[in-house]
């Protein structure tokens, strides 16, 4: 790690940030690019704060954080970079405080911007059965790919599952008969998530038609198959969402609209916010509801149900 003059850090900044990150991966259960984002926030920090000469963690202080902060938000980042920034450097320090590195915790009063509360395109429900209809009208080809792309677009609507967690399911995890899916998300915490019938029969279809003629030695054990034999990426899978969006005229989404596509129906649909929490594999009920909407009818339709002067 070097500073902005050129100058290598001490060994202390590097073991502790190694440190860190193995807290971050072995404890906590962070995905990889997940403590990749922390590692390269909390070094960009170190460059900032060495940049003069070199300085131990211990020197670091308030001032120091802020002056940091603000020299990121005159760079155009955009806020949810800069708040991603600064909720990495609150936990290495709150980590570094807690494990006996620093006699208190400089970073427990530092405020950074919030990240824009942006909600992805959601479609309706008209406009997402035009999606899987014409997925399924493609896949009648026969066509492996095709099968493929049905499978998979009915399993993110149905399930609202990540893309992440998509590509990582084997056909071990899926339980036809039962009509779930096993699915390992954030901090390693498995779940099991329903799937309706549109969905049992596209995965079917995959799996006697479709998987057998793309699958390789290397790839035996996973759901869904690449057109070179791997398991199939996540590029591959929004591609081919933005394709089919194309394809049957509606808006374009990518996976993770497909996703909350799938949580704003399910709420509209009757679903309470704790059902969705399990089904969208949420550590908090906070998440849940500043992921998903309520929809202007829901709401009026609550409201006449439920007050007394309605």
């Known amino acids: 790690m070097q500073n902005d003059s050129g100058h290598t850090d001490t060994a202390q900044w590097d073991a502790l940030v190694a440190d860190f990150c193995a807290h971050l991966e072995l404890q906590r259960g962070l995905a990889a690019h997940?403590?990749?984002?922390?590692?390269?926030?909390?070094?960009?920090?170190?460059?900032?704060?060495?940049?003069?000469?070199?300085?131990?963690?211990?020197?670091?202080?308030?001032?120091?954080?802020?002056?940091?902060?603000?020299?990121?938000?005159?760079?155009?980042?955009?806020?949810?970079?800069?708040?991603?920034?600064?909720?990495?450097?609150?936990?290495?320090?709150?980590?570094?405080?807690?494990?006996?590195?620093?006699?208190?915790?400089?970073?427990?009063?530092?405020?950074?911007?919030?990240?824009?509360?942006?909600?992805?395109?959601?479609?309706?429900?008209?406009?997402?059965?035009?999606?899987?209809?014409?997925?399924?009208?493609?896949?009648?080809?026969?066509?492996?790919?095709?099968?493929?792309?049905?499978?998979?677009?009915?399993?993110?609507?149905?399930?609202?599952?990540?893309?992440?967690?998509?590509?990582?399911?084997?056909?071990?995890?899926?339980?036809?008969?039962?009509?779930l899916v096993r699915v390992v998300g954030k901090g390693d915490r498995e779940r099991a998530v329903p799937f309706g019938v549109p969905a049992a029969d596209a995965v079917t279809q995959w799996l006697e038609r479709g998987r057998p003629v793309l699958v390789s030695s290397a790839t035996q054990r996973a759901l869904l198959i690449g057109n070179r034999g791997q398991r199939w990426g996540q590029r591959q899978i929004r591609q081919a969402v933005h394709d089919l969006t194309a394809l049957a005229g509606v808006d374009d989404i990518a996976p993770h609209g497909l996703r909350h596509t799938a949580a704003t129906h399910l709420l509209a649909g009757g679903s309470d916010l704790r059902g969705v929490q399990e089904v969208l594999g949420h550590a908090t009920l906070a998440t849940t509801q500043r992921y998903t909407h309520v929809s202007p009818e829901r709401l009026r339709s609550s409201f006449q149900l439920a007050h007394p002067r309605a």
């Open 34 to 179: 997940t403590v990749r984002a922390y590692r390269s926030d909390v070094e960009q920090l170190v460059s900032y704060v060495c940049r003069d000469g070199s300085r131990t963690v211990a020197d670091v202080t308030i001032d120091d954080l802020r002056a940091w902060l603000a020299d990121q938000s005159e760079r155009n980042l955009s806020r949810a970079t800069l708040a991603r920034r600064g909720a990495s450097v609150r936990s290495f320090f709150e980590w570094a405080a807690r494990s006996g590195y620093l006699a208190a915790d400089p970073a427990s009063r530092l405020a950074s911007p919030r990240a824009d509360r942006t909600l992805p395109t959601v479609l309706g429900v008209e406009a997402a059965e035009r999606l899987m209809e014409a997925t399924r009208e493609r896949a009648a080809s026969g066509d492996p790919t095709h099968l493929r792309d049905w499978a998979a677009v009915e399993l993110l609507y149905a399930t609202g599952i990540r893309v992440g967690e998509l590509v990582g399911v084997d056909v071990e995890d899926v339980d036809l008969g039962q009509r």
